[in-house]
């Protein structure tokens, strides 16, 4: 019964989600190639973790999941256009996404990465049109999302995975990594949930360190999926980290270690949930979700 | 006389405009080589032309015109990922600006591509930290930033420049290239100094219509001195336009009707200044300069 809370939310807010960004890029008043570009990656499905950690934070204060409607979309368009280019030739150099041509391949290049940088800019400018949002908030957010998404943040943490390629990292390097590249936004989506919802500084923290933890797990559950998965479920093929010469957790830990540190990770997310003092259901829920999750 | 005041005016605010690019960007928590890599560009010089807009938009109205700074710094840093990004493989594949190799030539595609990302997303980051600016004011500066920046504005008119590759644009496409590929930045930096120092919505969209005529005097400009100029001075081979088969005022007017078509847009701006009812003496000293410039 608790996993069907989840669902039913998660797929709620996911249309709403999936019907904002929709309207937004169409609405927009710009040559129809960047507005198709920009689209072909939002629409690309994914499991929009990021805006559901949003929704549900909001949610766990007994606000409108609503009310984060604008943030949410604005989190997936910096997160889609961070894909796009980490997907470039120059980059990753992938031909493939979730089963799909990368962006690169359909528009090319020079439209991929232009893309990247509409839907980049066009993030910060969706927070600005949040309904019921005062102006002070909407600065704390934006200001939130830059350092989350920047060069102290996700772009930070691409540098700094660029530069150990094909290199033995340690674990602190490794989680370096981790934290920039991936935890930071997602620590953006429950701060930001928090602080739309009017929660004290102290409580904040609180989010923000849940959602770091549970970005680790995320991270070392894929390096194990990795490893261990089915290939159909995952859409790429198994043990592509190794072949890629890639750091994983179960390279640096081993397999038990590495599943070792998952739960530690997945409890001290549990418990900052609690420390929180809010109704965190849905949120634990979504936390059990990345720590069992087969794809 | 009158030159001077612009001139020790120009000099004093690039002062300040470089030395706040570098401390932003020093302070930094992120991977020293983006940090080199952002600061390769930032400090390429240039004329500084849109922060020296938006300066001396503020002075006309009496203000101090360190209120811009943070705007200013912002708006320099978004044309500067621009030119990054502008400049690689993909797009125009430049392998010099203003006589040094290029950002990618440095520091390779990838950092090329991240230390354009980081860029735009410090500059929205930056205008959050303005001071004695309440947020109100943040938003709209924001939200007005985004528009001119993304699809709507200088990534459209980047890919309105692509699509219309070898081709003979008609006047109206070469105007919609230009306002968006460079007057809509320039106009948001004649905006924000307007918004910043309190105007009403009548005047700041005098501004605006200001800042568009002298953005296609500007590129007017640019066309002529591409085929009358002085190498030397102007750090490119004169006739590359021409060399890569780009349409430009002189092709489509002659070079007389291209003359003439500069000199109504320098008109236009002047009368659109003349109708703020603020003194603007400075802006018309920098509109003198962008008609009569040989460089």
Excluded: W
């Amino acid at each position: 019964m608790e996993q069907s809370l989840l669902n039913s939310f998660s797929e709620k807010y996911k249309e709403l989600l999936e019907q904002q960004l929709r309207t937004s890029v169409n609405e927009m008043n710009a040559p129809s190639i960047i507005k198709e570009a920009m689209l072909y990656s939002l629409e690309a499905g994914g499991k929009r973790i990021r805006p559901l950690l949003l929704f549900a934070t909001v949610d766990a204060f007994g606000e409108q999941a609503e009310k984060g409607l604008m943030t949410a979309a604005a989190v997936e368009m910096i997160h889609t256009y961070s894909l796009i280019h980490d997907d470039l030739p120059s980059m990753d150099n992938d031909d493939l996404r979730r089963g799909r041509p990368t962006n690169h391949k359909v528009y090319g290049d020079a439209f991929a990465i232009l893309a990247g940088d509409a839907l980049l800019t066009y993030g910060f400018q969706l927070i600005t049109d949040s309904k019921n949002v005062d102006a002070e908030t909407k600065i704390r957010l934006i200001r939130e999302l830059a350092i989350a998404a920047g060069a102290e943040g996700m772009v930070g943490g691409q540098v700094a995975d660029m530069n150990g390629e094909n290199q033995v990292l340690s674990l602190e390097e490794l989680e370096y990594i981790h934290n920039h590249k991936t935890g930071k936004l997602l620590a953006f989506c429950a701060v930001a949930g928090a602080i739309l919802s009017g929660a004290s500084d102290e409580v904040i923290e609180k989010f923000r360190a849940f959602a770091l933890h549970l970005g680790l797990a995320f991270q070392i559950r894929d390096d194990i999926l990795d490893l261990e998965g089915q290939e159909e479920k995952l859409g790429k093929p198994v043990g592509s980290d190794e072949h890629n010469h890639k750091s994983t957790y179960p390279a640096l830990l081993t397999m038990d270690g590495a599943k070792h540190t998952l739960e530690k990770e997945i409890e001290a997310a549990k418990a900052m949930l609690k420390a929180t003092g809010v109704n965190t259901r849905l949120l634990e829920e979504l936390t059990d979700l990345v720590a069992t999750r087969d794809h």
